[in-house]
C-alpha cells in the first residue's frame, strides 16, 4: 500500500502531465510558505495559474474537489498573493484552478474559486 505523500506526488504528476497535454507550461511546483502551499504554478496563455491537486482513489469520502473548501481557498489566495508580489507580477492576470484525480480519472476545473 502506498504512502499518503506518494499517491499524492502520483496525483500531482498525472495532474502535471494533463495540464502540460493542454498546452500549459509549468513555472513551479511546490511553492511553500507558512501560511500554506500551492501544488502547481503554471502558465495557461496569458494568465498565470495557481493549482490545487486533489487526489482520491474512490468517492468514498466525495469527490476530490470537495476537500477545496473556505479555509483551504483562503490559505492558497494568500500564499499567491506572496508569490505575486515577490516575483512582482502585480499586473499579470492569474487564475485558481483545481484538479481532481480520481482513480485514473483527471477533470480540470478552471477558474474554480
Not at 506518494?6 to 497535454?21: H, N
Not at 495559474?49 to 487526489?55: D, G, L, P, S, T
Request: glycine share 8%.
Amino acid at each position: 500500500m502506498s504512502s499518503k505523500v506518494e499517491l499524492g506526488r502520483q496525483g500531482q504528476e498525472e495532474a502535471l502531465r494533463f495540464l502540460l497535454a493542454k498546452g500549459m507550461e509549468l513555472v513551479e511546483a511546490n511553492y511553500r510558505l507558512r501560511s500554506g502551499e500551492i501544488d502547481l504554478i503554471m502558465k495557461d496563455g496569458a494568465y498565470l495559474v495557481f493549482v490545487e491537486v486533489k487526489y482520491r482513489r474512490s468517492t468514498q469520502y466525495g469527490l476530490p474537489r470537495e476537500a477545496v473548501g473556505f479555509r483551504k481557498q483562503e490559505k492558497i489566495r494568500k500564499t499567491a498573493t506572496h508569490y505575486i508580489y515577490r516575483h512582482n507580477l502585480h499586473e499579470r492576470d492569474f487564475r485558481f484552478d483545481v484538479v481532481e484525480v480520481l482513480g485514473g480519472f483527471v477533470e480540470h476545473i478552471e477558474d474554480a474559486f
